[in-house]
């Protein structure tokens, strides 16, 4: 069971291939949350203590969650909850299959504790993971904790056309998650971000909600924010969005934007085309949470996402507004430690700084 702990975190796998690493770790921890064993031996290791918050009307079991990407194929749910994470978001899904764009296409910059990858929503389709997830689910393979799908646009379809596409995902997957994040903010399909333009927005938001409406269950949607918009245009997109009966905001998704490079490898990830994620990420998501809360006076929740990679940075999020967390590329840099490491602190936090429950915390610094 060396096995997990050699997965992240492992100076040997920073030396090989980024991707490779992650397809390595994938396939370990698939096999090691599909087994009884392996799960109470993941749960002795990393269990992380209860900071419970109830948010969407569900009880998590502490603010933070997997960040989508990082399961791209719904493969190791099981793993995620043993590793400690309270929720988790496989994806991104799209409606057809698709190889994503040709490798290399994730990089790692150590010194900045960042990564840059444009995969490109590689991923089987929602067909494909609809069955698989099916499978699990009369297997009694599916975890305790909340899911979310995280889907994306099919490559193919053209945003003329997104509403259907998307609607058609979430038709598909409609029994296989408990949440929905649109993603329309991934820099790695060409013309994604466009769909945050308010006539693309309001036609796949229009069509998400018919599938709601057919289905007849409130199944919270989520909208995956890009740091890279002006503030005045996120205030925008989260006003057509709230009109449109969106549930939740998540911020953010990558950047297009590059740090100084520190050194000659990062000057070769930060030159590489794609989305950086990771520690310098960590200021822009802050403010574009805080945007949020103020555009929606708190009115519904936030996950805080991109370079949280410690008890401060978590704590920082929950105090501008954000009600749960994700992170993906401090598991990549600090191992699953960090992920009872962060909800102890957040514990801590919650008790030094004198409230009864973390949702108190949520949004504290504008008050
Ligand atoms: C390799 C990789 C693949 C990703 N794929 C997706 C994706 O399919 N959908 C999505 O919404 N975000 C995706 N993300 C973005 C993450 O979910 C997250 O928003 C971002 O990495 C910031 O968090 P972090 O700084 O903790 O990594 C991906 C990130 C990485 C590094």
């Given at each position: 069971m060396g096995a997990a702990w050699t997965l992240f975190g492992n100076p040997a796998l920073r030396l090989i291939d980024s991707e490779r690493a992650h397809s390595l770790s994938m396939r370990a921890l698939k096999s090691i949350?599909?087994?009884?064993?392996?799960?109470?031996?993941?749960?002795?290791?990393?269990?992380?203590?209860?900071?419970p918050?109830?948010?969407?009307?569900?009880?998590?079991?502490?603010?933070?969650g997997l960040a989508a990407g990082?399961?791209?194929?719904?493969?190791?749910?099981?793993?995620?909850?043993?590793?400690?994470?309270?929720?988790?978001?496989?994806?991104?899904?799209t409606r057809f299959p698709q190889e994503g764009?040709?490798?290399?296409?994730?990089?790692?910059?150590?010194?900045?504790r960042a990564l840059v990858n444009r995969m490109g929503f590689n991923n089987p389709g929602a067909s494909e993971i609809r069955k698989r997830l099916a499978d699990r689910k009369s297997s009694n393979l599916w975890p305790n904790?909340?899911?979310?799908?995280?889907?994306?646009?099919?490559?193919?379809?053209?945003?003329?056309?997104?509403?259907?596409?998307?609607?058609?995902?979430?038709?598909?997957?409609?029994?296989?998650?408990?949440?929905?994040v649109l993603n329309i903010s991934s820099p790695n399909t060409p013309g994604l971000r466009d769909l945050q333009d308010r006539d693309y927005l309001e036609s796949i938001l229009k069509s998400c909600n018919s599938v709601r409406s057919?289905?007849?269950?409130?199944?919270?949607?989520?909208?995956?924010?890009?740091?890279?918009?002006?503030?005045?245009?996120?205030?925008?997109?989260?006003?057509?969005?709230?009109?449109?009966?969106?549930?939740?905001?998540?911020?953010?998704?990558?950047?297009?934007?590059?740090?100084?490079?520190?050194?000659?490898?990062?000057?070769?990830?930060?030159?590489?085309?794609?989305?950086?994620?990771?520690?310098?990420l960590q200021s822009r998501s802050l403010e574009v949470i805080n945007t949020a809360y103020d555009e929606t006076n708190g009115k519904i929740p936030?996950?805080?996402?991109?370079?949280?990679?410690?008890?401060?940075?978590a704590w920082e999020a929950i105090i501008s507004g954000a009600s749960l967390l994700q992170l993906y590329s401090a598991l990549v840099f600090?191992?699953?430690t960090i992920v009872s490491s962060i909800v102890k602190g957040l514990k801590g936090r919650v008790r030094e700084s004198g409230f009864s429950s973390i949702s108190e915390a949520v949004g504290y610094k504008h008050i």
């Open positions: 949350g599909e087994s009884n064993v392996g799960q109470s031996v993941l749960n002795s290791l990393y269990k992380a203590p209860e900071v918050i109830e948010v969407f009307g569900k009880l998590f079991h502490h603010p933070l990082f399961d791209k194929g719904a493969e190791a749910l099981l793993a995620w909850s043993a590793m400690g994470f309270s929720w988790c978001e496989y994806g991104g899904v764009n040709p490798k290399p296409r994730m990089f790692r910059a150590n010194k900045h904790n909340p899911v979310a799908a995280n889907i994306g646009r099919s490559k193919k379809v053209p945003n003329e056309h997104a509403g259907d596409d998307y609607a058609s995902t979430i038709d598909l997957l409609w029994d296989h998650a408990d949440m929905f057919k289905k007849g269950d409130e199944k919270p949607y989520l909208l995956k924010l890009s740091p890279d918009a002006l503030d005045d245009e996120i205030r925008g997109t989260i006003s057509i969005a709230q009109r449109l009966g969106i549930d939740g905001i998540v911020a953010t998704n990558t950047t297009i934007k590059r740090p100084i490079p520190l050194t000659t490898q990062s000057r070769k990830a930060f030159s590489s085309e794609g989305g950086l994620s990771g520690r310098p936030i996950v805080g996402v991109g370079g949280i990679d410690s008890k401060d940075s600090n191992g699953p």
